[in-house]
């Protein structure tokens, strides 16, 4: 490497306007002051039963999340990933928190809080509609107001928050709740179970393709809450849809606690397509405050046919620990995972995806791109599993890391079990920093450092974000950039 | 963590030690004792500990071993079995651990190049060796480091002095044979290649027939400032053995190690290498070969560091798996802090052959530095059908044709190794182990 070069990195890193977007805010860290009415800190049974009593819910449910409960008594926290994650006083928690003014309608809903939202960019009320986007708004921990409602009912879909779905669906809640991520799955999704708070429910009636995205916005805003939600999406024979979620939190120093558990169930010829955008508050650039992002994210492919696809862009949270899966036990079902992970000053991610090859000709695909950046950690870790009967199974896996700064560490750890030799799998990963031909190239093309090092991250996560829904490919671009602009150098 | 693998040592370890050579120095029966109180404590690792994820010990811990073997000196070893085309420098023998001048070459040494058991070296001098010796083990994953810590008193000394070229290649054998009773043994290996040097070394396990004995082997080599070691393992131990090695391995700056391994033989195989390129400049290639069939588990652990700057690795690796046998591969490579203009690769591909066999492989990326180049990868497949048809359309049957894309499939692995007639020979071994054509049929 000649000396020219290195000296473009060096002043990548002296550049003032780096050094001036190094010290950006977090733009969604405001906090809105409305009155919530929530549990006080501490874990219990007591606890538990007043948030199902809250919630009113039947006694079947009571007794599920307190099953939950027991069970994750008796599990120790897990420590096998490389995080460096302070104690969690569970203790010390709220695990409700609901805005006190209970909303009947949209109309209903706090001007303040619908002004949280539009700082956001949620498109809930007209925006809602040109965007097309039905939204589910959960806000700390309940759900505040679910949009394009009548238009879903005609076509026989159901979305709306879970609290409703237990109260109104009770059949189809008591028939999938728990099937794809059992309570005492692991230790977040037995402490999950046992409180979540609210979240959204889908459901697909057969042959019905959902005709508008479905999306929700979630939101933590009280402080020493943790927010527990519960997805649940369940496509029945060929219906298909496709599901955003979007997340924030303002800015606090102590650390709060998101997890989430989503199960998604696709029957014969079913798909589901499930894209997050994730822009929790990652603590500040000494590694203060921030969200732990433990979720638990499954899909089952039950019926033969079925698809299931994760898209992920993860640019938030403090701690990131999540491995959005695939149980393709449909015969030629598709699992797929397209991640975007980028971390930056001390941010720690660990995140991958599970595929689990159980029926015959299933497919996977695995794109998986990491940023790291300032003192950050990156780890993509996933598991290919193809059991004996996979006859014919498929997967392919690519994970890259790119590197900015000397301080940051990128990490691969994927798993392949092959238990059947007519399955291929494959897997490739890469590591490196931008080149410095690609820079130079770029720049001899008249870009400046900022455009030239956003235009290459831009093209290093163009597989991914070409999987993203339109907006939702605005917005995590814009993300990226913001996020990234100031770890350059 | 109690057991009656553990039990059997717990009880007759300290009886064992204090017949090892080189007892009675305070300093190593200290360390000997440590590592067995150590290793009696914590037992052996559970399937829950990940470094173990793959290979399970739940059977070994029920079996109860002999420690040290007293009839080692006399047993009968066919010569035949140690031979190897093209090697045929200077041999050390080690039957159940134990040297056999008998069946060792140490005469006609080439000048620079001193040899010696390290039962000798012990009673000769062994404060040079203390370093080495008094390592201890803290990890419960690294119960068979610490029996062979506790328990290993016979193995081979090895140095290159500064500037030396050695050209005829050192051939050490460890033979395992059936015995009476399940035996366990140990051997320990110290290898240092002074500045400039360079040493060709074939490492070779053998059985004389099919046996249930354990065996742990540690190995220990210093390759010192742009010194070359070409380094070629032959693992043809005996049907049903349990083989636990490890070998550290370190270079200084411009040092160069090239391996080619062959894992064919063996019940239970494992197989690490902790590879630490310490100097500017250092460079290691890997290569090898694990064939598992039959019942085996074959497991290769590659933990490749790069701690200093413009430091280079390549790893090739193929595995072939068919009946019951399963293959496990690990490879990791770490590039630390400040290792700057590290360029690191690794390749793993496998193939599976028959439904009953595994084959599991993890490639591992740690990276913090960013002047990097890293790259991984791992497959795991069935021979290419388009080769097949068109090695059939040339007339051959569907079993030649599939011996011959697997042969050629290991073969990739041997490919840069110098000296012909020991290529020849070790691709032949391969051959003969690959499985014949149960599927074409």
Same mark, same amino acid.
């Given at each position: 490497?000649?000396?020219?070069?290195?000296?473009?990195?060096?002043?990548?890193?002296?550049?003032?306007?780096?050094?001036?977007?190094?010290?950006?805010?977090?733009?969604?860290?405001?906090?809105?002051?409305?009155?919530?009415?929530?549990?006080?800190?501490?874990?219990?049974?007591?606890?538990? $039963?007043?948030?199902?009593?809250?919630?009113?819910?039947?006694?079947?449910?009571? /007794?599920?999340?307190?099953?939950?409960?027991?069970?994750?008594?008796?599990?120790?926290?897990?420590?096998? %990933?490389?995080?460096?994650?302070?104690?969690?006083?569970?203790?010390?928690?709220?695990?409700?928190?609901?805005?006190?003014?209970?909303?009947?309608?949209?109309?209903?809903?706090?001007?303040?809080?619908?002004?949280?939202?539009?700082?956001?960019?949620?498109?809930?009320?007209?925006?809602? #509609?040109?965007?097309?986007?039905?939204?589910?708004?959960?806000?700390?921990?309940?759900?505040?107001?679910?949009?394009?409602?009548?238009?879903?009912?005609?076509?026989?879909?159901?979305?709306?928050?879970?609290?409703?779905?237990?109260?109104?669906?009770? /059949?189809?809640?008591?028939?999938?709740?728990?099937?794809?991520?059992?309570?005492?799955?692991?230790?977040?999704? %037995?402490?999950?179970?046992?409180?979540?708070?609210?979240?959204?429910?889908?459901?697909?009636?057969?042959?019905?393709?959902?005709?508008?995205?479905?999306?929700?916005?979630?939101?933590?805003?009280?402080?020493?809450?943790?927010?527990?939600? #519960?997805?649940?999406?369940?496509?029945?024979?060929?219906?298909?849809?496709?599901?955003?979620?979007?997340?924030?939190?303002?800015?606090?120093?102590?650390?709060?606690?998101?997890?989430?558990?989503?199960?998604?169930?696709?029957?014969?010829?079913?798909?589901?397509?499930?894209?997050?955008?994730?822009?929790?508050?990652?603590?500040?650039?000494?590694?203060?405050?921030?969200?732990?992002?433990?979720?638990?994210?499954?899909?089952?492919?039950?019926?033969?046919?079925?698809?299931?696809?994760?898209?992920?862009?993860?640019?938030?949270?403090?701690?990131?620990?999540?491995?959005?899966?695939?149980?393709?036990?449909?015969?030629?079902?598709?699992? /797929?995972?397209?991640? =975007?992970?980028?971390?930056?000053?001390?941010?720690?991610?660990?995140?991958?995806?599970?595929?689990?090859?159980?029926?015959?000709?299933?497919?996977?695909?695995?794109?998986?791109?990491?940023?790291?950046?300032? $003192?950050?950690?990156?780890?993509?870790?996933?598991?290919?599993?193809? /059991?004996?009967?996979?006859?014919?199974?498929?997967?392919?896996?690519?994970?890259?890391?790119?590197?900015?700064?000397?301080?940051?560490?990128?990490?691969?750890?994927?798993?392949?079990?092959?238990?059947?030799?007519? %399955?291929?799998?494959?897997?490739?990963?890469?590591?490196?920093?931008?080149?410095?031909?690609?820079?130079?190239?770029?720049?001899?093309?008249?870009?400046?450092?900022?455009?030239?090092?956003?235009?290459?991250?831009?093209?290093?996560?163009?597989?991914?974000?070409?999987?993203?829904?339109?907006?939702?490919? =605005?917005? %995590?671009?814009?993300?990226?950039?913001?996020?990234?602009?100031?770890?350059?150098? | 963590?109690?057991?009656?693998?553990?039990?059997?040592?717990?009880?007759?370890?300290?009886?064992?030690?204090?017949?090892?050579?080189?007892?009675?120095?305070?300093?190593?029966?200290?360390?000997?004792?440590?590592?067995?109180?150590?290793?009696? !404590?914590?037992?052996?690792?559970?399937?829950?500990?990940?470094?173990?994820?793959?290979?399970?010990? &739940?059977?070994?811990?029920?079996?109860?071993?002999?420690?040290?073997?007293?009839?080692?000196?006399?047993?009968?070893?066919?010569?035949?079995?140690?031979?190897?085309?093209?090697?045929?420098?200077?041999?050390?023998?080690?039957?159940?651990?134990?040297?056999?001048?008998?069946?060792?070459?140490?005469?006609?040494?080439?000048?620079?190049?001193?040899?010696?058991?390290?039962?000798?070296?012990?009673? *000769?001098?062994?404060?040079?060796?203390?370093?080495?010796?008094?390592?201890?083990?803290?990890?419960?994953?690294?119960?068979?480091?610490?029996? *062979?810590?506790?328990?290993?008193?016979?193995?081979?000394?090895?140095?290159?002095?500064?500037?030396?070229?050695?050209?005829?290649?050192?051939?050490?054998?460890?033979?395992?044979?059936?015995?009476? *009773?399940?035996?366990?043994?140990?051997?320990?290996?110290?290898?240092?290649?002074?500045?400039?040097?360079?040493?060709?070394?074939?490492?070779?396990?053998?059985?004389?027939?099919?046996?249930?004995?354990?065996?742990?082997?540690?190995?220990?080599?210093?390759?010192?400032?742009?010194?070359?070691?070409?380094?070629?393992?032959?693992?043809?131990?005996?049907?049903?053995?349990?083989?636990?090695?490890?070998?550290?391995?370190?270079?200084? @700056?411009?040092?160069?190690? &090239?391996?080619?391994?062959?894992?064919?033989?063996?019940?239970?195989?494992?197989?690490?290498?902790?590879?630490?390129?310490?100097?500017?400049?250092? &460079?290691?290639?890997?290569?090898?070969?694990?064939?598992?069939?039959?019942?085996?588990?074959?497991?290769?652990? +590659?933990?490749?560091?790069?701690?200093?700057?413009?430091?280079?690795?390549?790893?090739?690796?193929?595995?072939?798996?068919?009946?019951?046998?399963?293959?496990?591969?690990?490879?990791?490579?770490?590039?630390?802090?400040?290792?700057?203009?590290?360029?690191?690769?690794?390749? *793993?591909?496998?193939? +599976?052959?028959?439904? !009953?066999?595994?084959?599991?492989?993890?490639?591992?990326?740690?990276?913090?530095?960013?002047?990097?180049?890293?790259?991984?990868?791992?497959?795991?497949?069935?021979?290419?059908?388009?080769? +097949?048809?068109?090695?059939?359309?040339?007339?051959?049957?569907?079993?030649?044709?599939?011996?011959?894309?697997?042969? @050629?499939?290991?073969?990739?692995?041997?490919?840069?190794?110098?000296?012909?007639?020991?290529?020849?020979?070790?691709?032949?071994?391969?051959?003969?182990?690959?499985?014949?054509?149960?599927?074409?049929?």
């Amino acid at each position: 490497m000649t000396a020219e070069r290195t000296d473009i990195t060096a002043t990548l890193r002296d550049n003032a306007e780096v050094a001036e977007a190094l010290s950006r805010r977090y733009g969604a860290g405001f906090i809105t002051d409305i009155e919530t009415d929530s549990l006080p800190a501490g874990l219990n049974e007591d606890i538990v $039963r007043a948030l199902s009593a809250l919630k009113e819910e039947p006694a079947w449910m009571t /007794e599920w999340r307190l099953d939950a409960y027991r069970h994750w008594l008796t599990m120790p926290m897990p420590h096998w %990933a490389k995080l460096k994650i302070a104690p969690i006083d569970f203790q010390a928690i709220s695990y409700y928190a609901a805005p006190k003014n209970r909303p009947k309608s949209l109309d209903d809903v706090d001007p303040k809080l619908i002004e949280a939202y539009d700082k956001l960019g949620v498109p809930l009320h007209e925006r809602a #509609r040109l965007a097309g986007v039905a939204v589910d708004a959960v806000f700390d921990s309940v759900s505040v107001g679910t949009t394009f409602r009548k238009e879903l009912a005609e076509a026989g879909v159901i979305f709306c928050s879970m609290s409703e779905a237990i109260k109104e669906h009770p /059949e189809l809640v008591r028939e999938y709740l728990g099937t794809v991520v059992p309570t005492g799955d692991n230790y977040f999704a %037995a402490l999950n179970s046992a409180v979540f708070s609210d979240g959204s429910f889908v459901f697909i009636p057969k042959g019905v393709r959902c005709p508008m995205e479905l999306s929700t916005y979630f939101r933590i805003n009280a402080g020493h809450t943790g927010q527990f939600e #519960r997805t649940l999406i369940i496509a029945e024979d060929g219906a298909s849809v496709s599901y955003l979620e979007g997340c924030t939190a303002p800015m606090r120093d102590e650390n709060q606690l998101h997890a989430a558990v989503v199960e998604l169930v696709t029957l014969e010829k079913a798909s589901i397509k499930y894209s997050t955008v994730q822009n929790w508050y990652p603590g500040d650039e000494n590694g203060v405050g921030g969200i732990y992002n433990f979720v638990t994210k499954r899909g089952d492919c039950r019926g033969d046919d079925s698809k299931i696809s994760w898209t992920q862009v993860e640019t938030g949270s403090a701690v990131t620990w999540k491995y959005p899966s695939c149980v393709l036990r449909g015969d030629r079902s598709v699992g /797929e995972f397209y991640s =975007v992970a980028l971390t930056n000053n001390m941010q720690q991610a660990d995140t991958g995806t599970k595929m689990v090859h159980v029926g015959k000709d299933t497919r996977s695909k695995i794109i998986s791109k990491g940023i790291s950046a300032g $003192r950050s950690s990156n780890a993509y870790r996933g598991l290919v599993k193809v /059991e004996k009967g996979a006859e014919g199974a498929r997967n392919y896996t690519q994970c890259d890391s790119l590197l900015i700064g000397k301080r940051c560490g990128a990490h691969t750890y994927p798993y392949m079990e092959v238990k059947n030799p007519s %399955a291929i799998v494959e897997h490739e990963a890469t590591t490196s920093k931008i080149s410095d031909d690609q820079m130079f190239y770029c720049r001899s093309r008249g870009l400046d450092e900022e455009n030239a090092v956003s235009m290459i991250v831009d093209g290093f996560c163009k597989q991914v974000f070409r999987e993203l829904p339109m907006e939702f490919a =605005v917005e %995590a671009k814009k993300l990226l950039e913001v996020s990234l602009e100031g770890a350059v150098g | 963590m109690t057991s009656p693998f553990v039990d059997a040592f717990a009880e007759y370890g300290p009886g064992a030690q204090a017949v090892l050579p080189g007892s009675g120095q305070a300093w190593l029966d200290q360390a000997r004792r440590a590592q067995l109180d150590a290793f009696v !404590h914590d037992g052996l690792p559970g399937p829950r500990n990940e470094a173990w994820k793959y290979t399970a010990l &739940r059977a070994l811990a029920q079996r109860a071993f002999q420690s040290g073997d007293g009839g080692a000196l006399t047993r009968e070893v066919d010569p035949e079995i140690l031979q190897l085309r093209g090697v045929d420098g200077p041999r050390l023998v080690f039957v159940h651990g134990v040297f056999r001048p008998d069946l060792s070459h140490l005469d006609k040494l080439a000048d620079g190049l001193s040899l010696q058991p390290l039962s000798q070296a012990l009673v *000769n001098d062994a404060e040079p060796l203390r370093f080495l010796l008094t390592r201890g083990w803290d990890r419960p994953a690294d119960a068979f480091a610490r029996l *062979n810590a506790a328990l290993a008193g016979d193995g081979m000394v090895l140095r290159v002095a500064e500037g030396m070229r050695i050209d005829a290649p050192v051939h050490l054998v460890h033979v395992g044979t059936p015995t009476e *009773n399940d035996l366990a043994w140990h051997a320990r290996n110290l290898v240092e290649l002074g500045e400039a040097a360079s040493l060709h070394l074939v490492e070779h396990h053998v059985g004389t027939a099919a046996h249930r004995n354990l065996s742990t082997q540690m190995g220990d080599i210093v390759l010192r400032a742009n010194a070359e070691l070409e380094w070629t393992v032959l693992q043809e131990a005996g049907e049903g053995a349990v083989l636990m090695r490890r070998e550290g391995l370190r270079l200084e @700056a411009g040092a160069k190690a &090239r391996l080619h391994a062959l894992e064919l033989g063996g019940g239970t195989v494992r197989h690490e290498l902790e590879a630490e390129l310490r100097g500017n400049g250092a &460079r290691l290639d890997t290569r090898g070969v694990f064939v598992p069939c039959a019942r085996q588990h074959l497991e290769t652990r +590659l933990d490749i560091r790069h701690m200093a700057k413009n430091t280079s690795s390549d790893a090739l690796w193929r595995g072939v798996a068919d009946q019951r046998g399963r293959g496990v591969f690990h490879g990791a490579i770490t590039v630390a802090e400040g290792a700057d203009g590290a360029d690191a690769a690794l390749s *793993n591909k496998n193939l +599976l052959l028959s439904p !009953h066999a595994e084959i599991d492989t993890q490639p591992v990326l740690e990276i913090y530095a960013d002047e990097v180049m890293a790259s991984h990868g791992a497959t795991v497949g069935q021979l290419d059908e388009t080769a +097949l048809f068109y090695l059939r359309s040339r007339g051959l049957s569907v079993k030649q044709a599939r011996t011959l894309l697997t042969a @050629a499939f290991c073969r990739a692995a041997l490919t840069d190794m110098d000296g012909s007639s020991l290529r020849e020979d070790l691709e032949a071994r391969i051959q003969a182990r690959l499985p014949g054509d149960e599927t074409a049929a």
